[in-house]
């Protein structure tokens, strides 16, 4: 593993990055200049001026919208306060310290997500993991004061740490991305599971400290606010009630299942076809992942994250965000591009960056995620 770890392999991985990013961001400017609408604003919209009111102010920021109080404290911690800091060294307004800081997140996913593949096949295939992940349609949120981009590093990060059997640095990690956003939750119960499962079925492992370490530490950063909440509001499940004025809470995906529905009985019957199509992709890749690893804590992370995107309210429009984090499902798809002949690899990559990246420019400067 330790070969993984050459400059050499790094630079064409972290080069080709920056030239994608680069790439949406210049389409995403002729976007805004062909809609006649200001570049510079799309990095200070959405969910940026809810991180910007914390790094600002501090928790208790709320806003009444449709009947519904809408309180800042519905976001994580870890992000905010990198704002701040960043701001304290550099006299970067808040909103471009998150964007800095999302933008090396990028960058550090991008290494991060090569090595977690290159661990499970080759070179080849792992650049491919990279590219994909780098063109999906909704990774422009990667430039944008978002946790998305540092909350795939870190969770990259701990699956990396974890194949390399480091159990207290993929703890660590864990334990960073629960700080992060709701969803950290799988990454810190995938490294934790992972552990307790090899204590249980390894009896060397029950003689080594860091295992139990990895299973104790991980989910402390997500109940650690989870907790905070509880006492700043004097209520034990202050967080979920917080979640559900925002209508984001866990239904099943009884809600999910009724938007598809009412799509497939009215005259945009054929985007409700498209979204069933993607989600038996979705599932497809998920289950091929099942087929080309056994590392737990690959498998544990990306099929909790997609259960919790499937089954919880929200704004449906903002599904497709959720699932850029879940980089270990663009390897099957990676897997299968490597097997063509180059001139189809070609082929195949320059269709989807010019998709991808076409439809980010023009969702970034329209509705966008919310």
Known sequence: MKSLMRKKDFLPVLATY?????????LTWSASALRDKSFM???????????????????????????????????????????RFIHALTHLNYVGAGVLISSLSGIWAAAMIYLVARGLA??????????????????FVDTLAYTETIFTALAATAIYFWQRDQMKSSALAALLAGMTRPSGLAIALAISFSALYMV????????????????????????????YLAQRRNNLFAYFSIQSHWGNGFDGGKDFVKWIRDFLISDKWLLGILILVSCAILLLALKRLFEITEVPAILIYTTMLVVLSLTTQGYFGSKPRYFLPAFPLFIPAALYINRLSRAKQRAVVLALAIGGLVYGAIAATGFGPP
């Open 18 to 26: 920056v030239i994608i990013r680069s790439i949406g961001l210049i």
């Open 41 to 83: 604003t799309i990095f200070s919209r959405w969910d940026s001026q809810w991180y910007l009111s914390i790094a600002q102010n501090g928790y208790g920021f709320e806003k009444i919208s449709h009947g519904r109080t809408l309180s800042n404290e519905a976001f994580f911690p870890l992000f905010p306060l990198l704002e």
């Open 122 to 139: 080759s070179k080849e295939v792992a650049l491919l993991t990279v590219i994909l992940w780098s063109i999906y349609p909704l990774s």
């Open 200 to 227: 249980i079925k390894h009896p060397s492992a029950r003689k080594n400290l860091d295992y139990y370490f990895a299973i104790i530490v991980p989910p402390l950063g997500w109940l650690g606010y989870i907790f």
